[in-house]
């Protein structure tokens, strides 16, 4: 990954709570969080449906009103300095839609006068070009499939060249060789203007790919801040998997012996050890002279941190 | 930034819907249909009265002025209130709030749509009741600028208050964009005077712009005259509403950012 970090810490979140519902029976969505983000740094936000991600996000965007704590931006605070911050940020989700009855052209256009981009049109035109939209410029989205949507919807985050960028789950509704371009446009952006960026999503192996370090949210509040590989290493299980043939019970019986978990499907076994067990398995399998005609070590993922850490809260 | 107009987010808002209203049929109709369909069905029944009572004088006059000076009212309103409920319909108004527009700027782009489309709708409306019954707006002189001044202002603080319970209420209340204004119709003395209504009703009438802008009306077409007195009590009560009704929108938005509902409109 290019290091386009330095060590100023352009987003600082402190003591963030929103509660909502009426005062007799308030709902806590974000529960007293604190978080710092780098200049340049790509920050995962992760969490279970109701973590609180999009809670956070909305504020972050101002358009939910805390109930405490506060939100600097740029060294300044949201509240009081809603409209400048806001001009050198922007946000993409697949969640909401743009004016469906609009070209591509005109949406693009309406959002560059939203953020008060000088020659408007030029930049629209230049933005199109870049992400490869001319051929649908003239199209109104109705018309256009989820793959071009999500590109406009990114194109339109690109038009004011933020510095800080909040992408929510930018790309959901993609087929993999779709998200993976998407994902390199955002990277070479990131890479080209030395840009922030806050992005949650539900693909672990995206978040691995693309993120610096993982904020993970549980019920509203923080419960792990570290790496993907380190919060992938904090689980101790790997899982190692096998076509046996042969001698099948015999082999589940020493797995039960020595207290590992198995999952069997027909010919197809895993078996989920911690690390320093496999050597063992191997002799073991040797030594009983159970062959297996395919072997795959799994290690520890951020999508085994995620759902490990779900189920344990 | 803390310019009192952030002009480029106005003209966004004016781009955005119009680029819209050219491809929606629906918001065509909005501007065109339903006020032709009242001048065709107007026009002809105050013919037939005419025809049939022809001691009344100036019928067809009353009846069209009548339509097309309301048509300010409801159509004022209406254009306050499509360019929120189209961005909510959109699942836009995330998108939308998370640029650095602020209300200011959203609702001066939604005046000045609708400025535009009124132009579009009076003249419009003028032709055609011109071609169909002969009938010249512009007969009311130089008092259908000050009517039209107030029954626009009608339009806005109508459509600011609706604007407000739809983000107080959600889509539970967006039926009022097309029909609260309709509850000060009778009490409006559109095609009758104020002295005809119950005691109680004259009572609602005199706290209403609208009632003295059409009182003035009927003067002018029977009289030819009218009472400056009446325009300046309706541009009076008008100021304080539209004052009330903005400081109750920005309440109610402000209200919507805190208990999150602006983005559950969405």
């Not at chain 1, 590109?151 to 993999?176: H, K, Q, Y």
């Not at chain 2, 019954?133 to 626009?152: D, E, K, P, S, T």
Request: proline share 3%; charged share 20%.
């Amino acid at each position: 990954m290019v290091n386009t970090m330095n060590d100023e810490m352009i987003v600082e979140v402190r003591n963030l709570t929103k509660k909502f519902g009426p005062a007799n029976a308030k709902s806590v969505a974000v529960d007293n969080i604190s978080f710092s983000i780098k200049e340049g740094e790509i920050v995962g936000f992760l969490g279970p449906n109701g973590a609180g991600k999009t809670t956070t996000i909305q504020m972050l965007l101002g358009l939910v009103i805390p109930t405490s704590g506060t939100i600097d931006i740029f060294h300044k605070s949201l509240f009081q300095h809603r409209e400048e911050i806001l001009s050198e940020m922007n946000f993409s989700s697949t969640y909401t839609h743009l004016p469906w009855r609009l070209s591509v052209f005109e949406n693009l256009y309406v959002v560059a006068l939203l953020y008060s981009v000088k020659n408007a049109r030029d930049k629209v035109a230049e933005v199109i070009k870049k992400m490869n939209l001319e051929e649908i410029k003239d199209e109104t989205i109705d018309k256009l499939s989820s793959g071009w949507i999500t590109r406009v919807n990114l194109a339109r985050t690109f038009l004011n060249n933020p510095r800080l960028i909040l992408l929510d789950e930018p790309t959901a509704s993609l087929d993999p060789e779709g998200a993976d371009e998407i994902r390199k446009k955002i990277l070479e952006y990131r890479k080209r203007e030395k840009a922030t960026i806050l992005w949650t999503s539900h693909n672990m192996a995206e978040v691995e790919e693309v993120c610096d370090r993982v904020i993970f949210l549980h019920k509203g509040k923080i419960i792990a801040e570290d790496t993907p590989r380190g919060l992938a290493k904090t689980i101790k299980f790997c899982r190692v998997s096998f076509i046996i043939e042969e001698k099948q019970d015999e082999f589940l019986r020493i797995i039960a012996q020595n207290k590992w978990k198995a999952i069997v499907s027909d010919k197809f076994i895993t078996i989920e050890l911690v690390e320093e067990d496999i050597p063992l398995l191997i002799q073991i399998l040797a030594e009983e002279e159970i062959s297996y005609s395919e072997i795959s070590i799994d290690k520890p993922t951020l999508e085994d941190f995620f759902i490990s850490t779900a189920r344990k809260k | 930034m803390n310019k009192i107009l952030n002009y480029s987010a106005v003209k966004a808002i004016v781009m955005r819907h119009l680029f819209e209203w050219r491809r929606n049929l629906d918001r065509v109709v909005d501007t065109f249909w339903w006020s032709t369909i009242d001048i065709i069905f107007w026009g002809l029944t105050s013919s037939y009265i005419k025809q049939n009572n022809p001691q009344i004088p100036n019928i067809v006059t009353l009846f069209l002025g009548g339509i097309i000076l309301w048509t300010f009212v409801q159509n004022s309103q209406r254009d306050i209130n499509m360019p929120l409920l189209n961005d909510a319909w959109n699942r836009n108004l995330v998108n939308l709030f998370s640029t650095p527009i602020r209300l200011r700027d959203f609702i001066a782009g939604t005046l000045v749509l609708g400025l535009i489309k009124l132009s579009m709708s009076f003249v419009f409306l003028s032709v055609v009741a011109f071609l169909l019954y002969q009938f010249n707006i512009f007969y009311l002189g130089y008092f259908l600028i000050l009517a039209m001044v107030n029954l626009i202002l009608v339009g806005w603080w109508v459509g600011f208050i609706i604007s407000g319970l739809i983000l107080r209420f959600s889509y539970r209340v967006e039926a009022f964009a097309w029909s609260l204004v309709f509850a000060i119709y009778p009490f409006s003395a559109i095609f009758y005077p104020v002295d005809i209504l119950p005691g109680w009703a004259q009572a609602v009438a005199k706290v209403l712009p609208t009632s003295y802008i059409f009182e003035s009306m009927r003067s002018i077409i029977f009289d030819g005259t009218f009472s400056w007195g009446n325009i300046i009590i309706s541009f009076i009560l008008n100021l304080i509403y539209l004052t009330l009704s903005i400081l109750f929108l920005k309440k109610m938005f402000r209200e919507s950012l805190r208990t999150g509902r602006l983005v559950k409109l969405n």
